[in-house]
Nanobody
Framework: QVQLVESGGGLVQAGGSLRLSCAASGSIFSINAMGWFRQAPGKQRELVAMVTSGGSTNYADSVKGRSTISRDNAKNTVSVQMNSLKPEDTAVYYC??????????WGNGTLVTVSS
């Protein structure tokens, strides 16, 4: 069983910053990529940022330039630093990973609320 434990969500004012962190444990096998998705009320879940085992990164256009993702392969952790937060960044943020067998795993989600 794989567990993804998220931390760092909360309430922040517009223009502020947050750092979300996630630690993976269990029978993960080899991780291909880790990252963060988010889902706002009434909207589909969307990619925020991801990083591969090789260090390649991908960001949603909406957060590009405001966010930085980092990963510790040895510790199976991934974090995303988000700056200049906007009310439209309000969502439940989910940690995600995909292993070498193509199996996706998700965290339970952490709420980020950005007040205007």
């Amino acid at each position: 069983q794989v567990q993804l434990v998220e931390s760092g969500g909360g309430l922040v004012q517009a223009g502020g910053s947050l750092r979300l962190s996630c630690a993976a444990s269990g029978s993960i096998f080899s991780i291909n990529a880790m990252g963060w998705f988010r889902q706002a009320p009434g909207k589909q879940r969307e990619l925020v940022a991801m990083v591969t085992s090789g260090g390649s990164t991908n960001y949603a256009d909406s957060v590009k330039g405001r966010s930085t993702i980092s990963r510790d392969n040895a510790k199976n952790t991934v974090s995303v630093q988000m700056n200049s937060l906007k009310p439209e960044d309000t969502a439940v943020y989910y940690c995600w990973l995909v292993n070498s067998r193509g199996v996706n795993y998700w965290g339970n989600g952490t709420l980020v609320t950005v007040s205007s």
